[in-house]
């Protein structure tokens, strides 16, 4: 039955199917083959249940936020001081980049409304300081991937809501690998810009008065993530509130920076319905898929299959990372979550490991299926903002970072306290 | 106005008041929560209605992402073929979304039809009748099914007539490059307005 489940999944992929319609066409297949009784009947409750979920009401609203947030005029002021306190560094405003991309992470949940908004921002710059283009271009590809690591993030309440995982707990789980990715990256910069400084362009020079007179421009980004972010472990709202109050908070800011109006609004929903209408399609799918299989017992068979490899708890970690990495290359990292996390969940914590701990570490393989090539979305957003060159220039800048996460991603394998030691703290 | 511009922008409009929808939830369940915490007045149904919003919202925005062509695929396959075996893998694409449109249509029809014979109620303060938004959700399902359906034949008719620019145009993802011109676009013309 697994061969013939997998077999098919990939085929049905493979032809190029929507990924949603590959899911239920499995589901509805696997049930004829291999069912006695026709679960089809479930269909219709099933994806009620699914679609109208709770918990699952902040994924559009974390998208709207990001639309939102992208038009709003935030980003400018972000990377105005970031870049005053960062470009004296060796490599100058990819630094600034890279915190920037941080900052806004920590405001939105989504990295291709990271990616897409510091590239804005940050593009012009290249010329004006002669950077070397591939890497400053391959820095925002990849700082904008924290955007889903950083709280609050879109692929962490799915995964939540797919291994029955608290988000509130994933959130806290996030936020130390991303600040240590953050520092690898900006390390990366660094050590490269040492050693070829003609990559780091023009230095620019910054006193410390303007250092502290850009501070203030910090505040609308730290009033969002108190709000979506505090809200939440001050006990005032659930993490579906916190999103509502997010979307709120990001209209009032939109509106003092004069960006508020009724197109921009429209523009911001018609982007949120795109993305919601596609991931809401393939989560009813997924749901009633996952319902086939453990119905017809295939996530405990394929537990027992791979017990009987006899793997480590570390052989099949790194199987499965090995197996992410590829996935990857060619998926959409959200669906790429969605059809594999309810199979390698199950597998995970049977060999031991704490659902947290994989959350973090599947969202980084999403971070690193954003940025690897043929199809990584972050890539193709960093040069739809650049609009000339080849995008070859930017897969190949973005190489380094690549190292960077896979780097990381050993670190929280070998240090698994960098996720759960937070979670931990404040939990006692 | 042709068919398909009367479709397309009646499907738009779906689209948008199912976003009007979850944005005016995010504003109650904002008002609720701030009610709540300076203890003017409790009251809790923004959850409930939410959760509504996000099933009728997202169905009622199907059939938009159909005429965007923004149901995500997995084309590293489908882009490598020449072009008529590419129309095929097109055309199988957008019918495979019918297919599974008229399951699913006649999967929420029983749910419907069963909290519509029984009166079902939420089991909560507001009691809301099931069949109401249910039968919002039966409606966005149903319309999405029907636009499958139609770009379906669109695009095998332009098959039949030889004319793969047509299928193409109805049933190939728009490339990655395309969907995050699109994105960027967004992020472009707010710096531009300020510029």
Known sequence: MIPVAIGLLFLLLALGLPVAAALALLALGLDQIFSPIDLYLAIGE?????????????????ILLGEILLR???ADHLYGAMSRWLSWLPGGLMHANIGASMAFAATSGSSVATAATISVVGGPMVDKYKYNKRLFFGSVAAGGTLGILIPPSINLIIFGWLTETSVPQLYLAGFLPGLLLSVVFSAAILGICLLRPEMGGVKIKS????????????????????????????GIATPTESASLGVVAAMILAAFHGRLS???????????????????????????????????????ALNSAIGALDLSPTGLILVLIAIYLILGMFMDPLAMMIVTVPITAPLVTTAGFDPVWFGILIVLLCEAALITPPIGMNLFVVQGVRRRGTIDDIMIGVVPFVLCLIAMIGLLVLFPDIALWLPEVLSE | MTLETTLRRFSLLLSRIGGGMLLATALLVSAEVLLRKSRIVVFSFGTELSTYALAVGASWAFAHVVFERAHVRVDVVSQRLPNRPRACFDIVAVASLALVGLVLTFGAWGTFASSLSYGTTSNTTLAT????????????????????????????????????????????????????????SGARSRAETQS
């Open chain 1, 46 to 62: 099933l994806s009620w249940v699914s679609s109208s979920n709770a918990l699952l009401v902040s994924v559009p609203l974390f």
């Open chain 1, 207 to 234: 006193s410390w008065t303007d250092r502290f007179q850009s501070l203030p421009r910090l505040l609308p980004a730290l009033a969002i993530f108190v709000v979506v972010i505090g809200s939440i472990y001050a």
């Open chain 1, 262 to 300: 009724v197109d921009m609004m429209l523009a911001a929903i018609d982007g949120t319905m795109r993305s919601t209408g596609m991931i809401m399609l393939i989560v009813a799918s997924a749901w009633f898929l996952n319902f086939v299989l453990s119905a017809l017992g295939l996530v405990s």
């Open chain 1, 72 to 74: 709003s005029g935030i």
């Open chain 2, 129 to 184: 009748p099931l069949m109401i938004p249910q039968g919002m959700w039966l409606f966005g399902i149903a319309w999405f099914t029907f636009i499958a359906i139609y770009r379906t034949m669109g695009a095998s008719l332009a098959f039949v007539r030889h004319d793969l620019a047509e299928v193409s145009r109805i049933a190939a993802p728009p490339s990655a490059e395309d969907k995050a011109t699109e994105v960027a």
